[in-house]
């Protein structure tokens, strides 16, 4: 699905990633976590195509596909979705009619036609009632004026939708009441499929009880430090990164 | 005289999506260029007007000499050499009926998408099929009447017919001035006199064309009215003098569209609109401008200076000015409203776009005289490239005004870093229980918000669309919705490649 090799990347001239190393196999979940400034929305941005980063060398493979030879839009359209770590307001724009152009434009890209108006209808309210959506935000403009959590949601909403093949959600659980955690977790899960494979970026072990990982991995100063199962986010609960400050990547 | 014919050459300049850019080659008439007395007789003459109209022309074209072009506008052009335009172009061919208009002039309208015949459908609705229950050929959708307005004449105007049995008059004001001269002798001047500003009094002196409205008392005018201004010959001017009465009660939906060839002269369209609404009367005047913006480098394109007024003259009238500005080198326009009725309303809605080089100066003047009048602006300005804009209003409460209210709100997008937007809003209150509130805004798409749609799959340019048309969506809603779809397709293809 996705395979990450010493990849290098800096942003205004700061080197920020130093020799990220990742495989993810399809139907899997990973989880990164580590300290505040470490590189894992770095990580994320760079592989959604952000052009406000340079890749300095490295290699990402997508689906057998050279993810740096396609723009953004293509790599969405190829199935990568990014949930943002702080999603962006779209004044205007109606938060549904957005995703169907998404949805036409990853239609279009594999020669589909446009999906008919009803399938698109059911499709919206089906999944924001997965992920508990109130229905009056399909019709706001893209997550302008939402509260916090709304943004998160609506994250996890988006890619309920548009079904793609590697979710990378950063930090989606920051902000969250509980209510809502279980919510967008419930969401996820019911994504989860042996070809949909996801890469969970957070702070906290609670997601992770709720959306079970198959790999964590601990992210410092640029580089994955060390990788484990799921022990491991309890054992970082339990005692914090500094043990892994000292590591170099394995 | 025949048609410049290095005006065909022009038609293979850079489209730069302009798809109306095109011109169509036919015999005309012209006057020969300049301007003198004699050159207002040439007109009046070949209009066969009455000789009162002659004398008020003169007459205006007296105060013309004595004016000067206002200077306090921001935009910047060379002086206009008045003496080297010509004041009056017509198809040889006058047509007496449809079937005797020159096919050419049919196939330019054609190509524009406007309809001269009367056919049931209207033309920029997708649908073909006949909507279910109705007979083939028939349809529930609203028709619309057409003023094809060529150069300085009119050459057809339909429904004329259908409208005359419920009293409605839609014809020229050429063909008004002949059939109904006493209505026209009534009104014309009297919203907008003839030393009102140095373009109308031109206008006054030199008005070739436009359309004349008239609805009876309580008639809802029974289809939408739309005139369609066409500039096709080269080095002359379009004069376009358009007026509007709705009697006591009745109502009305008119629509003006315009559109130029491609040519690297600027040519000027001053065009003088009036409208009357008496006792409970609406107007609705809806306008989609796109004449010929000019090249990248500012070669050619339409000088727009307009005057528009409309005069709210009975209690409880309204009028609603609603604008898509996307053409012209120079847009230079205030729609206004004086709410002389008691409880009369006046409302001004406007997109305006410039990219390139373009620069428009626009905006609305709202007068209450009236007790309790209430006016509303909402005025959204996009600019792109190098482009220019500037949002001006004038808001005026009279002593005479109790009880007036006014909501302004200017909102402005810039695409590049580059262009400029500037508001000026005027307030001149002199009723202490006048309400007013005015909101400005100005926005910019971010990078973060382009990142955004493209990690959702949706491509540059297509976010651009999405987001200037958001930001333009309650002034499209005003529009007939006929029109509102093809507006938003002209804004699509304006601002095509714009942002950087
Ligand atoms: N535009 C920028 N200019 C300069 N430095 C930047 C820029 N963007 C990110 N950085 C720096 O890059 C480093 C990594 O940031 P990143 O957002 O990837 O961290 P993170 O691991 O996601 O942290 P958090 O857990 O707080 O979200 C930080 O030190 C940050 O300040
Ligand atoms: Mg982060």
Redesign the interface.
């Known amino acids: 699905m996705l395979r990450i090799e010493d990849l290098h990347a800096s942003v205004a001239e700061t080197p920020i990633l130093k020799g990220v190393q990742l495989s993810i196999g399809p139907g899997e979940v990973h989880a990164i976590m580590g300290p505040n400034g470490s590189g894992k929305s770095t990580l994320s941005k760079v592989l959604?195509?952000?052009?406000?980063y340079t890749v300095e060398s490295g290699r990402v493979d997508f689906e057998g596909q050279n993810l740096f030879e396609m723009?953004?839009?293509e790599r969405?359209?190829a199935g990568l979705?990014?949930g943002?770590q702080y999603?962006?307001?779209?004044?205007?724009?109606?938060n549904s009619?957005?995703?169907k152009?998404?949805?036409n434009?990853?239609r279009a890209?594999r020669g589909e036609p446009e999906i008919d108006p009803v399938s698109f209808l059911k499709r919206v309210r089906e999944r924001a009632q997965w992920v508990g959506l109130d229905d009056s935000l399909l019709k706001r403009?893209v997550n302008a004026g939402f509260s916090g959590g709304e943004k998160k949601r609506n994250e996890i909403f988006?890619l309920a939708v548009?079904e793609p093949r590697l979710a990378i959600l950063d930090e989606t659980d920051s902000g969250l009441d509980i209510d809502a955690l279980r919510a967008v977790a419930d969401g996820v899960n019911r994504m989860r499929d042996p070809q949909r494979s996801f890469l969970l970026i957070t702070h906290y072990q609670r997601l992770l009880s709720y959306i079970e990982p198959d790999y964590v991995h601990v992210m410092v100063r640029g580089q994955i430090v060390r990788s484990g199962g799921k022990e491991l986010a309890a054992e970082l609960e339990r005692s914090g990164y500094a043990a892994f400050e000292d590591e170099e990547a394995a | 005289m025949a048609a410049d014919k290095s005006d065909e050459a022009l038609e293979g300049l850079a489209q730069r999506g302009y798809s109306a850019g095109f011109y169509t080659d036919i015999e005309q008439e012209f006057a020969p260029p300049g301007l003198d007395e004699s050159t207002i007789r040439f007109i009046s003459d070949k209009k066969r007007e009455p000789a009162w109209m002659l004398e008020w022309r003169l007459e205006a074209y007296r105060n013309w000499l004595g004016m000067t072009a206002p200077q306090w506008q921001k935009v910047r052009f060379a002086p206009i050499d008045f003496q080297a335009i010509s004041y009056y172009a017509a198809p040889k061919r006058g047509p007496a009926s449809l079937d005797e208009v020159d096919p050419k002039l049919l196939e330019t309208y054609a190509k524009l998408g406007i309809p001269l015949h009367e056919q049931k459908m209207l033309a920029g609705v997708q649908e073909q099929e006949p909507a279910p229950g109705t007979a083939a050929g028939e349809t529930t959708k609203p028709r619309v009447a057409v003023d094809a307005v060529f150069d300085s004449v009119s050459v057809t105007t339909t429904f004329k017919e259908e409208l005359a049995r419920s009293g409605v008059i839609f014809c020229s004001i050429s063909e008004a001035l002949r059939d109904h001269p006493e209505l026209v002798r009534r009104y014309i001047g009297t919203v907008v006199s003839r030393r009102d500003n140095f373009f109308a009094a031109l206008n006054s002196a030199v008005f070739s064309d436009g359309s004349f409205v008239y609805i009876p008392e309580g008639v809802e005018c029974p289809m939408e009215l739309s005139t369609y201004f066409r500039i096709n010959a080269g080095h002359t001017g379009q004069f376009e003098r358009t007026l509007i009465i709705a009697e006591r009660g009745s109502s009305v939906s008119y629509l003006e569209g315009c559109t130029a060839p491609q040519r690297d002269e600027h040519q000027l369209h001053a065009a003088v609109v009036e409208l009357i609404a008496h006792e409970d009367a609406r107007i609705k005047y809806s306008t989609v401008q796109n004449w010929y913006p000019g090249d990248e480098q500012g070669r050619g394109g339409v000088y727009n200076f307009v005057t528009k007024r409309g005069l709210c003259a009975g209690a409880r009238s309204k009028i609603s000015w609603t604008q898509v500005e996307t053409g012209s080198a120079i847009t230079w326009k205030y729609p206004s409203c004086v709410l002389q009725g008691d409880d009369s309303q006046g409302e001004f809605y406007s997109v305006a776009v410039t990219r390139g080089r373009q620069q428009a100066d626009t905006g609305t003047k709202m007068i209450h005289i009236g007790r309790n009048t209430r006016s509303q602006i909402l005025s959204k300005g996009v600019s792109a490239d190098d482009a220019d804009q500037t949002y001006r209003g004038l808001v005026k409460i009279l002593p005479s005004a109790a009880g007036a209210r006014n909501y302004s709100q200017c909102d402005s997008m810039l695409l590049s870093d580059r262009c400029g937007a500037h508001t000026f809003p005027y307030l001149d209150v002199r009723h202490p229980s006048a309400q007013l509130e005015h909101e400005a805004t100005t926005s910019r798409i971010s990078d973060e918000q382009i990142f955004y749609c493209k990690q959702r799959g949706i491509s540059e340019e297509d976010a651009v669309s999405m987001i200037v048309n958001g930001f333009c969506k309650e002034v499209f809603q005003e529009l007939p919705m006929e029109f509102a779809v093809e507006a938003q397709k002209l804004l699509e293809i304006t601002l095509e490649n714009s942002v950087g």
């Open positions: 959604a195509g952000d052009e406000s723009p953004p839009e969405a359209r979705f990014l943002f999603p962006v307001e779209i004044p205007g724009v109606n009619y957005f995703l152009a998404a949805l434009a990853a890209a403009p988006h548009l």
